[in-house]
Protein backbone atom coordinates (compact mmCIF):
# COMPACT_ATOMS: atom_id res chain seq x y z
CA UNK A 1 0.00 0.00 0.00
CA UNK A 2 2.02 2.94 -1.14
CA UNK A 3 2.03 5.95 1.32
CA UNK A 4 -0.13 9.02 1.07
CA UNK A 5 1.43 11.95 -0.95
CA UNK A 6 2.20 14.48 1.83
CA UNK A 7 3.79 11.51 3.52
CA UNK A 8 6.08 10.66 0.66
CA UNK A 9 7.04 14.60 0.64
CA UNK A 10 7.86 14.65 4.40
CA UNK A 11 10.10 11.67 4.06
CA UNK A 12 11.79 12.97 0.53
CA UNK A 13 12.32 16.31 2.17
CA UNK A 14 14.06 14.55 5.32
CA UNK A 15 16.76 12.43 2.87
CA UNK A 16 15.17 8.96 1.98
CA UNK A 17 15.22 7.84 -1.41
CA UNK A 18 11.89 6.73 -3.52
CA UNK A 19 12.93 3.65 -3.06
CA UNK A 20 13.65 3.52 0.88
CA UNK A 21 9.72 4.85 0.86
CA UNK A 22 9.27 1.42 -0.73
CA UNK A 23 11.02 0.11 2.36
CA UNK A 24 8.40 1.91 4.98
CA UNK A 25 5.11 1.49 2.99
CA UNK A 26 6.28 -2.00 3.47
CA UNK A 27 6.61 -1.73 7.01
CA UNK A 28 3.31 -0.15 7.61
CA UNK A 29 1.60 -3.16 5.94
CA UNK A 30 3.90 -6.17 7.46
CA UNK A 31 3.83 -4.92 10.78
CA UNK A 32 4.49 -7.27 13.32
CA UNK A 33 5.48 -10.07 10.78
CA UNK A 34 8.84 -8.49 10.33
CA UNK A 35 11.98 -9.93 12.74
CA UNK A 36 12.58 -6.33 13.80
CA UNK A 37 8.97 -5.18 15.56
CA UNK A 38 8.97 -6.86 18.78
CA UNK A 39 10.54 -9.10 21.14
CA UNK A 40 8.22 -12.14 20.77
CA UNK A 41 9.52 -12.41 16.88
CA UNK A 42 13.27 -11.54 17.29
CA UNK A 43 13.51 -14.16 20.42
CA UNK A 44 11.41 -16.58 18.12
CA UNK A 45 14.18 -15.96 15.38
CA UNK A 46 17.20 -16.28 17.62
CA UNK A 47 15.94 -19.50 18.91
CA UNK A 48 15.71 -20.74 15.36
CA UNK A 49 19.01 -19.72 15.10
CA UNK A 50 20.82 -20.61 18.04
CA UNK A 51 18.56 -23.99 18.21
CA UNK A 52 19.94 -25.59 14.79
CA UNK A 53 20.47 -28.64 15.02
CA UNK A 54 20.03 -29.14 18.85
CA UNK A 55 17.19 -31.69 18.09
CA UNK A 56 15.17 -29.56 21.12
CA UNK A 57 13.67 -26.89 19.55
CA UNK A 58 10.57 -26.84 21.85
CA UNK A 59 9.98 -30.05 23.71
CA UNK A 60 6.38 -29.63 25.69
CA UNK A 61 8.43 -30.30 29.31
CA UNK A 62 11.10 -27.57 28.49
CA UNK A 63 11.92 -24.48 30.62
CA UNK A 64 11.50 -21.72 28.43
CA UNK A 65 12.83 -18.71 30.18
CA UNK A 66 13.81 -16.70 26.71
CA UNK A 67 11.89 -14.04 25.79
CA UNK A 68 11.58 -12.28 29.74
CA UNK A 69 7.79 -13.32 30.10
CA UNK A 70 6.56 -12.58 33.01
CA UNK A 71 5.36 -16.64 34.90
CA UNK A 72 3.02 -15.03 36.69
CA UNK A 73 0.55 -13.79 34.39
CA UNK A 74 -2.17 -11.26 34.31
CA UNK A 75 -3.81 -10.92 37.87
CA UNK A 76 -6.51 -11.99 38.96
CA UNK A 77 -8.42 -8.59 38.92
CA UNK A 78 -7.31 -8.13 35.02
CA UNK A 79 -8.48 -11.45 33.94
CA UNK A 80 -12.24 -10.87 35.87
CA UNK A 81 -12.45 -7.88 34.11
CA UNK A 82 -11.14 -9.62 30.50
CA UNK A 83 -14.65 -12.03 31.20
CA UNK A 84 -16.47 -9.49 31.97
CA UNK A 85 -15.93 -7.71 28.78
CA UNK A 86 -15.62 -10.26 26.51
CA UNK A 87 -19.21 -10.55 25.31
CA UNK A 88 -18.76 -6.70 24.24
CA UNK A 89 -15.73 -7.93 22.17
CA UNK A 90 -17.13 -7.70 19.08
CA UNK A 91 -17.11 -3.99 19.06
CA UNK A 92 -13.87 -2.15 17.97
CA UNK A 93 -14.14 -0.40 20.81
CA UNK A 94 -16.75 -0.30 23.76
CA UNK A 95 -17.68 2.85 25.17
CA UNK A 96 -15.31 4.09 27.49
CA UNK A 97 -12.96 1.69 27.79
CA UNK A 98 -10.07 3.88 26.13
CA UNK A 99 -11.11 6.48 28.41
CA UNK A 100 -11.08 4.81 31.85
CA UNK A 101 -7.48 3.43 30.45
CA UNK A 102 -5.92 6.96 29.37
CA UNK A 103 -7.59 8.32 33.09
CA UNK A 104 -6.12 5.93 34.77
CA UNK A 105 -2.43 6.39 33.46
CA UNK A 106 -2.87 9.82 33.85
CA UNK A 107 -3.70 9.72 37.78
CA UNK A 108 -0.98 6.94 38.36
CA UNK A 109 1.86 8.95 36.16
CA UNK A 110 0.33 12.57 36.81
CA UNK A 111 0.57 13.79 33.47
CA UNK A 112 -2.13 15.12 31.21
CA UNK A 113 -4.34 13.43 29.55
CA UNK A 114 -3.93 14.10 26.13
CA UNK A 115 0.01 13.30 26.60
CA UNK A 116 -0.96 9.60 26.58
CA UNK A 117 -1.17 7.37 23.60
CA UNK A 118 -2.35 3.74 23.76
CA UNK A 119 -1.35 1.07 21.86
CA UNK A 120 -0.52 -3.26 22.02
CA UNK A 121 2.42 -2.94 23.51
CA UNK A 122 5.65 -0.43 23.17
CA UNK A 123 6.96 -2.38 20.41
CA UNK A 124 4.44 -0.40 18.19
CA UNK A 125 5.40 2.91 19.31
CA UNK A 126 8.90 2.10 19.55
CA UNK A 127 9.19 1.33 15.59
CA UNK A 128 6.86 4.85 15.41
CA UNK A 129 9.52 6.60 16.77
CA UNK A 130 12.41 5.30 14.79
CA UNK A 131 10.67 6.11 11.31
CA UNK A 132 9.37 9.57 13.32
CA UNK A 133 12.31 11.20 14.26
CA UNK A 134 15.36 9.49 12.30
CA UNK A 135 16.41 9.85 8.18
CA UNK A 136 19.13 8.97 6.31
CA UNK A 137 20.82 12.49 8.29
CA UNK A 138 19.46 12.45 11.62
CA UNK A 139 20.09 9.13 13.26
CA UNK A 140 18.51 6.40 15.29
CA UNK A 141 21.44 6.89 18.26
CA UNK A 142 21.50 3.89 20.88
CA UNK A 143 23.53 1.80 23.62
CA UNK A 144 25.39 -1.36 22.65
CA UNK A 145 24.09 -3.68 23.49
CA UNK A 146 20.62 -2.43 23.19
CA UNK A 147 17.03 -3.39 22.17
CA UNK A 148 15.23 -1.95 19.41
CA UNK A 149 17.64 -1.24 16.26
CA UNK A 150 15.61 -2.99 13.37
CA UNK A 151 13.53 -0.32 12.02
CA UNK A 152 16.02 2.26 10.89
CA UNK A 153 18.21 -0.12 9.40
CA UNK A 154 15.56 -1.45 7.25
CA UNK A 155 13.79 1.70 6.49
CA UNK A 156 17.68 3.20 5.68
CA UNK A 157 17.74 5.66 8.38
CA UNK A 158 21.32 6.15 10.18
CA UNK A 159 22.17 3.85 13.01
CA UNK A 160 24.54 4.34 15.44
CA UNK A 161 25.46 1.65 18.56
CA UNK A 162 27.95 3.52 21.44
CA UNK A 163 29.24 0.89 23.74
CA UNK A 164 27.79 1.05 27.22
CA UNK A 165 30.19 2.33 29.93
CA UNK A 166 31.82 -0.16 32.36
CA UNK A 167 29.14 -0.11 34.87
CA UNK A 168 26.94 -1.20 31.89
CA UNK A 169 24.43 2.64 31.51
CA UNK A 170 24.21 4.57 28.61
CA UNK A 171 27.56 6.38 27.49
CA UNK A 172 25.54 9.72 27.09
CA UNK A 173 28.73 11.76 26.63
CA UNK A 174 29.73 9.50 24.07
CA UNK A 175 25.95 9.23 22.05
CA UNK A 176 26.32 13.18 21.61
CA UNK A 177 30.38 13.23 20.13
CA UNK A 178 29.26 10.19 18.24
CA UNK A 179 26.45 12.06 16.67
CA UNK A 180 25.45 15.56 17.69
CA UNK A 181 22.98 15.95 14.85
CA UNK A 182 21.29 12.33 15.75
CA UNK A 183 16.93 12.55 15.49
CA UNK A 184 16.57 10.59 18.23
CA UNK A 185 18.88 9.61 21.10
CA UNK A 186 17.41 6.02 22.50
CA UNK A 187 18.09 5.18 26.22
CA UNK A 188 16.19 2.00 27.70
CA UNK A 189 15.71 2.07 31.03
CA UNK A 190 16.17 -0.25 32.61
CA UNK A 191 18.46 -1.69 29.42
CA UNK A 192 17.55 -4.52 27.49
CA UNK A 193 19.44 -6.52 27.67
CA UNK A 194 22.42 -5.72 30.53
CA UNK A 195 19.36 -4.73 32.72
CA UNK A 196 21.02 -1.99 34.08
CA UNK A 197 19.73 1.19 35.15
CA UNK A 198 20.90 5.41 33.21
CA UNK A 199 20.54 7.52 36.10
CA UNK A 200 18.38 10.85 35.91
CA UNK A 201 21.37 12.95 35.42
CA UNK A 202 22.15 10.99 31.97
CA UNK A 203 18.67 11.55 30.82
CA UNK A 204 19.31 15.78 31.43
CA UNK A 205 22.72 15.29 29.76
CA UNK A 206 21.00 14.31 26.69
CA UNK A 207 18.57 16.62 26.64
CA UNK A 208 20.55 19.77 27.65
CA UNK A 209 23.37 18.77 24.97
CA UNK A 210 20.71 17.49 21.98
CA UNK A 211 20.14 19.52 19.10
CA UNK A 212 16.88 21.27 18.94
CA UNK A 213 14.70 19.38 16.66
CA UNK A 214 15.95 15.90 17.93
CA UNK A 215 14.13 13.88 20.70
CA UNK A 216 15.21 11.50 23.99
CA UNK A 217 13.43 7.79 23.37
CA UNK A 218 13.01 6.46 26.82
CA UNK A 219 12.00 3.23 26.94
CA UNK A 220 10.58 1.85 30.12
CA UNK A 221 9.84 -1.50 29.41
CA UNK A 222 11.04 -2.79 32.80
CA UNK A 223 11.20 0.30 35.20
CA UNK A 224 8.94 -1.53 37.66
CA UNK A 225 11.36 -4.12 38.50
CA UNK A 226 14.12 -2.18 38.93
CA UNK A 227 14.48 -0.21 42.95
CA UNK A 228 17.09 2.70 41.42
CA UNK A 229 15.61 3.57 37.74
CA UNK A 230 13.69 6.67 38.11
CA UNK A 231 10.56 7.38 35.96
CA UNK A 232 10.54 9.69 33.06
CA UNK A 233 6.85 10.82 33.40
CA UNK A 234 7.60 13.81 35.29
CA UNK A 235 9.60 15.07 31.98
CA UNK A 236 7.01 14.42 29.83
CA UNK A 237 4.93 16.20 32.57
CA UNK A 238 7.15 19.33 32.38
CA UNK A 239 7.14 19.47 27.97
CA UNK A 240 10.06 18.10 27.60
CA UNK A 241 11.36 16.75 24.52
CA UNK A 242 10.81 13.32 25.69
CA UNK A 243 8.91 10.40 24.55
CA UNK A 244 8.53 7.40 26.90
CA UNK A 245 7.21 4.37 26.56
CA UNK A 246 5.64 1.67 28.82
CA UNK A 247 4.52 -1.69 28.32
CA UNK A 248 2.31 -4.41 30.07
CA UNK A 249 3.96 -7.20 28.83
CA UNK A 250 6.18 -7.70 31.37
CA UNK A 251 5.99 -7.09 35.18
CA UNK A 252 2.14 -7.43 34.50
CA UNK A 253 2.32 -9.89 32.84
CA UNK A 254 0.39 -9.69 29.84
CA UNK A 255 2.44 -9.86 26.70
CA UNK A 256 0.38 -12.34 25.26
CA UNK A 257 -2.54 -9.85 25.42
CA UNK A 258 -0.58 -6.73 24.38
CA UNK A 259 -1.33 -3.79 25.56
CA UNK A 260 1.16 -0.59 26.28
CA UNK A 261 1.32 3.30 26.01
CA UNK A 262 3.61 6.28 24.82
CA UNK A 263 3.78 9.79 27.01
CA UNK A 264 4.82 13.27 25.17
CA UNK A 265 3.28 16.10 24.09
CA UNK A 266 0.78 15.91 22.12
CA UNK A 267 2.80 17.23 19.36
CA UNK A 268 5.13 14.64 19.20
CA UNK A 269 2.68 12.01 19.84
CA UNK A 270 0.80 13.74 16.28
CA UNK A 271 4.14 12.30 14.34
CA UNK A 272 4.41 9.19 15.48
CA UNK A 273 0.27 8.32 14.13
CA UNK A 274 0.82 8.22 10.15
CA UNK A 275 3.11 5.46 10.85
CA UNK A 276 0.84 2.38 12.01
CA UNK A 277 -2.79 1.61 11.58
CA UNK A 278 -5.54 -0.23 13.89
CA UNK A 279 -6.68 0.23 17.36
CA UNK A 280 -5.73 -1.49 20.65
CA UNK A 281 -7.29 -4.67 21.41
CA UNK A 282 -10.07 -4.39 23.60
CA UNK A 283 -9.23 -7.18 25.97
CA UNK A 284 -5.73 -5.67 26.60
CA UNK A 285 -7.16 -1.78 27.45
CA UNK A 286 -9.84 -3.61 29.69
CA UNK A 287 -7.22 -5.84 31.70
CA UNK A 288 -4.15 -2.90 31.98
CA UNK A 289 -6.91 -0.46 33.64
CA UNK A 290 -7.89 -3.44 36.17
CA UNK A 291 -4.43 -4.34 36.96
CA UNK A 292 -3.11 -0.79 37.42
CA UNK A 293 -6.15 0.07 39.70
CA UNK A 294 -4.37 -3.14 42.00
CA UNK A 295 -2.23 -0.59 44.30
CA UNK A 296 0.04 -3.18 45.73
CA UNK A 297 0.26 -5.49 42.55
CA UNK A 298 3.73 -4.08 41.17
CA UNK A 299 5.48 -4.15 44.73
CA UNK A 300 4.68 -7.37 45.24
CA UNK A 301 5.41 -8.72 41.65
CA UNK A 302 8.89 -6.60 42.04
CA UNK A 303 9.42 -8.74 45.24
CA UNK A 304 9.03 -11.54 43.80
CA UNK A 305 11.35 -10.85 41.10
CA UNK A 306 13.88 -9.81 42.82
CA UNK A 307 13.77 -12.76 45.36
CA UNK A 308 14.44 -15.26 42.44
CA UNK A 309 16.95 -13.04 40.99
CA UNK A 310 19.02 -13.14 43.64
CA UNK A 311 18.80 -16.75 44.76
CA UNK A 312 20.36 -17.17 40.95
CA UNK A 313 23.10 -14.87 41.28
CA UNK A 314 23.75 -16.43 44.67
CA UNK A 315 24.20 -19.84 42.71
CA UNK A 316 26.16 -18.41 39.78
CA UNK A 317 29.04 -16.81 42.51
CA UNK A 318 29.55 -19.95 44.12
CA UNK A 319 30.19 -21.35 40.71
CA UNK A 320 32.51 -18.49 39.58
CA UNK A 321 29.98 -17.11 36.85
CA UNK A 322 30.25 -14.06 36.06
CA UNK A 323 27.24 -11.83 35.55
CA UNK A 324 26.12 -8.73 34.68
CA UNK A 325 24.32 -7.36 38.11
CA UNK A 326 20.28 -6.86 36.77
CA UNK A 327 17.35 -4.44 38.10
CA UNK A 328 15.05 -6.59 35.51
CA UNK A 329 13.90 -9.78 35.10
CA UNK A 330 16.58 -11.04 32.90
CA UNK A 331 20.23 -10.80 33.52
CA UNK A 332 23.41 -11.53 31.21
CA UNK A 333 26.03 -14.06 31.91
CA UNK A 334 29.45 -14.81 31.22
CA UNK A 335 30.21 -18.41 29.37
CA UNK A 336 33.43 -18.21 28.03
CA UNK A 337 32.89 -19.81 24.44
CA UNK A 338 30.19 -18.75 21.82
CA UNK A 339 27.01 -17.90 22.85
CA UNK A 340 24.84 -19.67 20.56
CA UNK A 341 26.86 -22.63 21.33
CA UNK A 342 26.00 -22.68 25.26
CA UNK A 343 22.39 -22.43 24.15
CA UNK A 344 22.53 -25.29 22.40
CA UNK A 345 23.79 -27.09 25.23
CA UNK A 346 21.00 -25.74 27.53
CA UNK A 347 18.43 -26.61 24.54
CA UNK A 348 19.53 -30.53 24.84
CA UNK A 349 19.24 -30.08 28.90
CA UNK A 350 15.77 -28.98 27.73
CA UNK A 351 16.50 -24.95 28.75
CA UNK A 352 16.04 -22.70 26.43
CA UNK A 353 17.51 -19.24 27.27
CA UNK A 354 17.70 -15.78 25.41
CA UNK A 355 19.65 -14.77 22.86
CA UNK A 356 23.10 -13.11 22.24
CA UNK A 357 24.36 -10.01 21.43
CA UNK A 358 27.12 -9.25 18.97
CA UNK A 359 28.84 -6.77 20.92
CA UNK A 360 28.64 -9.63 23.91
CA UNK A 361 29.28 -12.95 21.76
CA UNK A 362 30.04 -14.71 25.05
CA UNK A 363 27.24 -13.63 27.12
CA UNK A 364 24.03 -14.88 26.94
CA UNK A 365 20.43 -13.28 28.23
CA UNK A 366 18.32 -15.58 30.81
CA UNK A 367 14.69 -14.71 31.59
CA UNK A 368 14.16 -14.87 35.57
CA UNK A 369 11.39 -17.71 35.26
CA UNK A 370 9.65 -19.09 38.32
CA UNK A 371 11.91 -20.69 41.66
CA UNK A 372 11.06 -23.77 40.32
CA UNK A 373 12.66 -23.04 36.43
CA UNK A 374 15.48 -21.17 38.24
CA UNK A 375 16.45 -24.32 40.05
CA UNK A 376 16.18 -26.50 36.46
CA UNK A 377 18.26 -24.37 34.82
CA UNK A 378 20.76 -24.27 37.36
CA UNK A 379 20.67 -27.62 36.98
CA UNK A 380 21.74 -27.84 33.41
CA UNK A 381 24.31 -24.93 33.87
CA UNK A 382 25.63 -27.25 36.43
CA UNK A 383 25.67 -29.73 34.14
CA UNK A 384 27.21 -28.38 31.11
CA UNK A 385 29.88 -25.68 33.03
CA UNK A 386 30.96 -28.03 35.80
Not at 34 to 53: K, T, V
Not at 151 to 157: K, N, V
Not at 217 to 242: C, N, R, T
Amino acid sequence: MPLPVEQQEALLQKGFSRRQLGRIASLLTAGAALPFYNEFAMAQDAERRMMRGAGRMMDPDAVRISSNENPMGPCKEGCEAMAKIAPLAWRYAPVGDHQDFTKTVAGIEDVPEDHIASFAGSSDPLHRTQCAFTSPTHSWTMGDPGYGAGAPAFIGSKLNRVALRADFSHDVEAMIKTDPDAGAYYVCNPNNPSGTVTARKDIEYLLANKKKDAVVVIDEAYIHFSDHAQPASDLVAQGKDVVVLRTFSKIYGMAGIRAGFAMARPDLLAKLRPYGAGMQPVMGLTCATASMKVKSLVAERRAINKNIRENTFEFLEKKGIKYVPSEANFFMMEVNRPGTEFAQAMAANKVIIGRVWPAWPTKVRVTVGTQAEMLKFQAAVSKIMG
